[in-house]
């Protein structure tokens, strides 16, 4: 199996990177012409909802594709959507969404997907990773397009709703019709996304920074950073309970203030011996060997061997990914959690899967 882009990505690529960030709002988008499609969105969680109800208010001819048995059938059918098999909405549809998770959607294009495509057809995603590393390749004849909202699907809807939106990325990385571009725009469109600015992209650069952000920043280096604070300051001695507070549960104060303001906010708004902690200590643990590990990390992204491996470990049924999942429930800070949680009901807390359930309110 090929883990590189193709061709087409890569030429693609070339002509649209690299230069001062195009974004479109609402002016620059025609709702009429996802209007004259008929549209399936593939799977109903968090994105899936909101593009379903976003596009059906705005006009849309739409319907979900859920496989038999599926827990959201129940919920999509109470919004007063139209639910079928994945196989039938494709075979009705001259444009489909795929909103199922990255490891899913291999098989998913070759049963359902796939066999419904003919030319003049429309095939959009989310996230770009199985265009990227070649795993779903679709016919020529067929656009291939990118609308991705830049938020969690409650709050997609949530904004829309509100007459707001959500910003979204979008891209193309096959344009059959000479129209992909316009059709693209007309779906963020349809969701809201150009109200707040949809911004030209590539498949390869969302799939590239949005692993990297996930494995260095947002997931990988937070939860270790977490994790290491915690430890340093139990095993110097110090109350669990208050490591736990001081580590992981201040953090959201922290990201909520960069959240609204970028770094210089949340600097105003801490104590100044606080922001003169960031600044001498930050490039301590943030140093030149951490910044060459985020290279590497970035490089295996690049050259598709982190997906070879990711996409190689669901194919075996993730023994090695299962396993880290329940070692790391197992942490000191993990098995704490959900007791001091539990002690303020404010956060409305919730328990993974995995985790003792009796000290929290609510499961997730």
């Not at 049963?111 to 590393?133: C, K, M, N, Q, T």
């Not at 509100?162 to 193309?172: S, T």
């Amino acid at each position: 199996m090929r883990f590189g882009p193709s061709s087409a990505a890569r030429d693609h690529d070339e002509k649209v990177t690299r230069k001062v960030a195009e974004i479109i709002y609402d002016d620059g988008a025609d709702l009429g012409l996802v209007q004259r499609r008929h549209v399936a969105v593939l799977g109903y969680g968090s994105q899936g909802h909101a593009h379903a109800l976003s596009l059906r208010d705005s006009g849309v001819d739409v319907r979900v594709g859920l496989p038999e048995g599926s827990g959201s059938i129940e919920k999509a059918e109470g919004e007063g959507l139209r639910v079928l098999t994945p196989r039938e909405a494709c075979e009705e549809s001259d444009l489909i969404m795929v909103l199922v998770p990255d490891h899913l959607q291999r098989a998913l294009y070759a049963d359902a997907i796939g066999p419904a495509l003919v030319e003049g057809d429309a095939l959009f995603f989310a996230h770009g990773l199985s265009i990227r590393y070649g795993l779903i390749q679709p016919p020529s004849g067929v656009d291939v397009c990118m609308v991705a909202p830049k938020g969690p699907g409650h709050l997609v809807r949530r904004q829309f709703s509100e007459g707001r939106g959500v910003p979204v990325l979008v891209a193309v990385h096959a344009d059959a019709s000479g129209n992909a571009w316009p059709l693209a725009l007309s779906y963020a469109k349809a969701i809201g996304g150009t109200r707040a600015g949809a911004l030209k992209t590539t498949f390869t650069e969302e799939t590239e920074t949005d692993l990297f952000g996930e494995q260095a920043v947002l997931c990988g280096g937070v939860s270790e950073l977490i994790k290491a604070g915690f430890d340093t300051l139990v095993e110097a001695g110090y109350q669990p309970e208050v490591a736990y507070f001081e580590c992981m549960h201040e953090l959201k104060l922290i990201v909520d203030l960069i959240y609204r303001g970028g770094l210089s906010y949340m600097r105003y708004s801490i104590s100044d011996t606080a922001e003169q902690g960031d600044y001498t200590a930050g490039p301590r643990i943030i140093t030149s060997k951490t910044r060459e590990e985020m290279k590497k990390i970035l490089a295996e992204i690049r050259d598709g061997s982190f997906a070879k491996e990711w996409i190689e470990e669901n194919d075996k049924g993730c023994p090695n990914f299962l396993a880290t999942r329940q070692r790391e429930q197992t942490h000191p800070i993990e098995q704490l959690g959900p007791k001091l949680r539990a002690m303020m009901p404010f956060l409305q807390p919730v328990v993974a899967p995995g985790l003792a359930t009796k000290a929290a309110t609510s499961e997730k």
